[in-house]
């Protein structure tokens, strides 16, 4: 059973970095063809997929927001990490973390068979 945390601050003041990290369990990150995401929900909106790294270290990220997005990994440690810099209070949002089959249409939600719990962050002075 492949499990996935999210961990990170909760409140981030406006015009610096989100960063969050996400460790898996279960399972390695580096598993042939799975890639993993980030998707945040900000509230009162839908799911907004931000960019995912592949089990071969290839990231893609979100046209939106790649000028402010960074994905990386820690294969030793089985984590994948995210950071948004320049964050505004429409960065209010929880944070997910999830496991996708790599290509295809990384927006279509019902594609992805694990999920972490979702942390919540606040972007407010």
């Known amino acids: 059973q492949v499990q996935l945390q999210e961990s990170g601050p909760g409140l981030v003041k406006p015009s610096q970095t989100l960063s969050l990290t996400c460790t898996v369990s279960?399972?390695?990150?580096?598993?042939?063809?799975?890639?993993w995401s980030w998707i945040r929900r900000p509230p009162g909106k839908g799911l907004e997929w931000m960019g995912a790294?592949?089990?071969?270290?290839?990231?893609h990220y979100s046209p939106s927001l790649k000028s402010r997005t960074s994905i990386s990994r820690d294969t030793s440690k089985s984590q994948f990490s995210l950071q948004l810099s320049s964050v505004t209070p429409e960065d209010t949002a929880v944070y997910y973390c999830?496991?996708?089959?790599?290509?295809?249409?990384?927006?279509?939600?019902?594609?992805?068979?694990?999920w972490g719990q979702g942390t919540q962050v606040t972007v407010s002075s």
């Open positions: 279960g399972g390695s990150i580096t598993t042939t063809y799975y890639a």
């Open positions: 790294i592949a089990y071969d270290g290839s990231i």
């Open positions: 999830a496991r996708i089959l790599e290509g295809g249409d990384y927006s279509d939600y019902g594609r992805y068979d694990y």
